[in-house]
C-alpha cells in the first residue's frame, strides 16, 4: 500500500506537512533515489509512494494535497502512457513527470507531447533529476539535451491534438474509451460499470465525436497510440 516517507511528516516549526508529492515506480531503488532529489529541491516535502496504478489512484483521491506525480512509464497497471492520460483527464491540475529505463528518444518526446511535464530516464543521477525536478518547478518542460535535435514536428502536432481530444472526455467517457479499446461490446461495458447500455450508447457518441473518429475501431486504435508495444518495451529494457 502507499505511505509517506514520514507517517508524521513536519517542518522546521514542527507543523503538519501535508503531502505534496508521489512516486508511483515499482522499483525501491528508484524510489529512494528520486526522494533524495525531491528534498534537496522542494521545501517541507512529504512524499507518498505507489508501487501500482491502482495504489497511485487511491492515494491521490485521499490526498487532495498532492501536486506532483512522479508515474513509472510501464509499472503494474500502466501500460506506456495510458495512466498520463488518465491523470491528466481525472486530474487537470496534477504535474506529471514520467520516468523510465527507456531513454530513447521516441519515447521520451512522445511523452511530453501527451502533456508529461517532464521525462527523467532512470540511469541519470542525482544532480540530473534534481536540474529536471527545479525546471518543472519553474514551469518549464524538461527533456535531456540531446532530445531537442530528433523532433518530428508533424508527429508532435498529432500526439498532441491526440491528448487534447482525450482531454475533452469526461472521466466516465475516458473509461468507455479503455473498454471499447480491449474489445468489449457496449453490453459487455454496461455490466461491468454497472449503467444503462442506453448510458453507454450515448457515452460511445460522444467519444467518437469528441476523438473525430467514425466507429468504435478507430477509436480505440486512438487510444492504443498511448500504449507501448510488447516487443518495443523488451528490446529497449534488454
Known sequence: MFASTSSEA???????????????????????????????????????????????????????????????????????FTGLTQLQ????????IMVSSDDNSETMQKAINFGAAAFIPKS???????????????????????????????????H??????????????????????????NKQIAYDLDIKETTVKKHVSAILLKLDVNNRTLAGLAYQQLMLAANEHEQQSA
Request: net charge negative; charged share 20%; glycine share 4%.
Open 10 to 80: 513536519t517542518n522546521n516549526n514542527g507543523q503538519s506537512v501535508e503531502p505534496k508529492v508521489i512516486i508511483a515506480d515499482d522499483h525501491p531503488l528508484f524510489r529512494t533515489a528520486l526522494k533524495q532529489a525531491i528534498i534537496e529541491c522542494i521545501d517541507d516535502a512529504n512524499t507518498l509512494e505507489a508501487e501500482s496504478f491502482d495504489e497511485l489512484l487511491s492515494a491521490i483521491e485521499k490526498t487532495p494535497s498532492l501536486e506532483i506525480v512522479f508515474l513509472d512509464l510501464h509499472m503494474p497497471g500502466n501500460n506506456g
Open 89 to 96: 483527464n481525472h486530474y487537470p491540475d496534477l504535474v506529471v
Open 124 to 158: 541519470a543521477d542525482l544532480n540530473t533529476i534534481a536540474s529536471a525536478i527545479d525546471t518543472v518547478l519553474e514551469g518549464d518542460i524538461w527533456l535531456p539535451e540531446n532530445i531537442e535535435a530528433n523532433i518530428d514536428e508533424q508527429q508532435v502536432a498529432q
Open 160 to 185: 498532441q491534438k491526440l491528448a487534447k481530444q482525450l482531454a475533452q472526455l469526461t472521466p466516465q467517457q475516458y473509461v468507455v474509451l479503455t473498454r471499447i479499446a480491449d474489445g468489449q461490446l
